[in-house]
Nanobody
Framework: VQLQAFGGGLVQAGGSLRLSCAASGQTFVVYAGGWFRQVPGSEREFVAGITWTGSVTYYADSVKGRFTISRDRAKNTMYLQMNSLKPDDTAVYYC????????????????WGRGTQVTVSS
């Protein structure tokens, strides 16, 4: 499974961005996808997850109510709509996928895309 994330950029606080993650390869084995973010010097942080069918979603408390994860099955693409952005949301965002649920929403991801930078100015 190959993942490619794009859509990052610079936005003012309070603004919105939508990240996309295009999946290719043997995606029929994927159980769930997720978005993570990382700030230099910090651990990678789970942001949101979605089952590959799109039926179940899960969010970190820090983004609940502001971010929405979704899937377009026809395009084999996962999205992260980010609204009401804050400077604390500044990070490199990664998309990932896994073939089973594993131990938790935030763990056991097998495939990763390259990150895309999101910068929120105050």
């Amino acid at each position: 499974v190959q993942l490619q994330a794009f859509g990052g950029g610079l936005v003012q606080a309070g603004g919105s961005l939508r990240l996309s993650c295009a999946a290719s390869g043997q995606t029929f084995v994927v159980y769930a996808g997720g978005w993570f973010r990382q700030v230099p010097g910090s651990e990678r942080e789970f942001v949101a997850g979605i089952t590959w069918t799109g039926s179940v979603t899960y969010y970190a408390d820090s983004v609940k109510g502001r971010f929405t994860i979704s899937r377009d099955r026809a395009k084999n693409t996962m999205y992260l709509q980010m609204n009401s952005l804050k400077p604390d949301d500044t990070a490199v965002y990664y998309c990932a996928a896994k073939r089973t649920y594993g131990t938790s929403w935030g763990a056991d991801y097998e495939w990763w895309g390259r990150g895309t930078q999101v910068t929120v100015s105050s």
